[in-house]
């Protein structure tokens, strides 16, 4: 019963790879979001989405593409990985997009080789 | 700019001992303060949250946390720590519209 959930919790690729993350939350959200943690488990927000809209777009290559389908999933896609994409991918969500209380998926962490 | 402080990398703490965290903050307006928890190999969990009145707020896991306006600090506070503790936490100071500025964390460990 798991509230914000994330696939593959795992992933190991080559560079110049194409890779999806998957991510759906049952909590009824409508703001879904993507982090980035790096090695020294700096976050940083890449995206967010409200409603299938998006609402922040930080300064993020544009191998890396974002798409809602519905407002219970956020995917993201990143084509031709690169070493420095190494990291774990947090999705989160939370209800309206003013809260700050934000609930995260247990991560994905992307290893390229 | 705003930003978000917490001093320590890493803090060692002997089980059953009491434990504060550091967070210090940047920021013009009123803030709202979070801390999450983040144990390993797991997703961020909020533990508790500040946006307004009592300066002392309350969490889950036993955890406290106390907002001083004048030392711009929101300082964790657990006063015995269990095993199950040991895990990164962050603070969290969120602007006007709630997006979230991050802290760089501090690992705690427990000694038995």
């Known amino acids: 019963d798991t509230a914000v959930s994330q696939t593959p919790k795992y992933l190991v690729t080559q560079m110049g790879n194409d890779k999806s993350i998957k991510c759906e939350q049952n909590?009824?959200?409508?703001?879904m979001y993507w982090y980035k943690q790096d090695s020294k488990k700096f976050l940083k927000i890449m995206f967010s989405?409200?409603?299938?809209?998006?609402?922040i777009n930080e300064t993020v290559p544009n191998r890396f593409s974002p798409k809602s389908p519905d407002k219970a999933h956020l995917n993201l896609h990143i084509n031709s990985l690169e070493l420095g994409d190494s990291a774990v991918y947090f999705c989160?969500?939370?209800?309206?997009?003013?809260?700050?209380?934000?609930?995260f998926g247990e991560g994905s962490r992307l290893t390229v080789l | 700019a705003q930003s978000v402080t917490q001093p320590d990398i890493h803090i060692t703490v002997s089980e059953g001992a009491s434990l504060e965290l550091r967070c210090n903050y940047s920021y013009g307006a009123t803030p709202y303060l979070f801390w999450y928890v983040q144990s390993p190999g797991q997703g961020l969990q909020l533990l508790l949250k500040y946006f307004s009145g009592d300066t002392l707020v309350q969490g889950i896991k036993g955890f406290e946390a106390e907002f001083k306006r004048s030392q711009s600090s929101f300082n964790l506070r657990k006063p015995s720590v269990h095993w199950s503790d040991a895990a990164e936490y962050f603070c969290?100071?969120?602007?006007?519209?709630?997006?979230?500025?991050w802290g760089a964390g501090t690992k705690l460990i427990i000694k038995p």
């Open positions: 969290a100071v969120g602007d006007s519209n709630y997006q979230l500025i």
């Open positions: 909590l009824g959200h409508d703001t």
């Open positions: 989160a969500s939370t209800l309206g997009e003013s809260t700050g209380e934000l609930f």
């Open positions: 989405y409200n409603n299938k809209e998006l609402i």
